[in-house]
């Protein structure tokens, strides 16, 4: 094996496409790569815990392998390997959901009914991020129709109206950050998000909007990697790549009768996002 110094035009080449590819996960924010011969085969499940971590890379890029530092471990993967490619240029959300399949790629996929991939205008200029499926969401496949979902459609269309904005619900998109409903609605795993949040980037990536919304602590955080709680940085703008985000409280969290002060709080970030994004 030749000595890094000492590369053909091929591996050079090969160093630089690896680069650019981990570079591309790391803007993704994913952190755990995993391979297998297929979405939901035993050995398809995220690899944990590993030290050093796991570096996955297409089959196609042997020579990458050679060119691996000694302390990382690089895993081959298949071609038909759940990962996500480099974002073609041509991505679309019809793509990402036939990339999806009957997704099994963590442990959500063996206990849900339906994936809920989101909802609403592909093109919208604002686009809501929450946290998961709740019962309603899973059964109908669809997010945010249960009563937070509710509460979140009266928001955007009451608000927007107070605000003389021709604005309602089917105008922007919708979407969580896991696509199948965790058991007893408890919070999403770190790893469960890492893997499933391949596909909320892909989708907010495809559309491309002007504004996102986080809906909750645990969209902030993903979105974010906030180290703050969501009562702190709720109101102010932050930034996901180059689009700005207003993280605020989960609809479900007002719905809760002693939050009237959030309730206000979120219909103030609400204001101030519609503002921003269509006047
Ligand atoms: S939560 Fe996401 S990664 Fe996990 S099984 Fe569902 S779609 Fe796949």
Redesign the pocket.
Known sequence: MPGAGNLTMAQEIDRVALNRRLEFYRDLGIKTLWSGPSAGSASSQPETAAEPPPVALPATETTANALAPQNQRIVPIQVNSPLPPMLPEDDNLERIVQD?GD???????RT?QR?VFGSGNPEARLVFVGE?PGADEDEQGLPFVGRAGQLLTQMIDNTAAREGLAIRRPDVYICNV???RPPENRT?EAD?ME??GQ?LFRQIMVIRPKAIVALGGTAAKALLDLKTGITKARGQWHAWRDIPVMPTYHPSYLLRPYNQNAKRECWEDLKKVLHFVYD
């Open positions: 999806m997704c099994t790629r963590c442990r959500l996929g849900r994936i998961g896991i696509k199948c999403p469960e893997v499933c596909f």
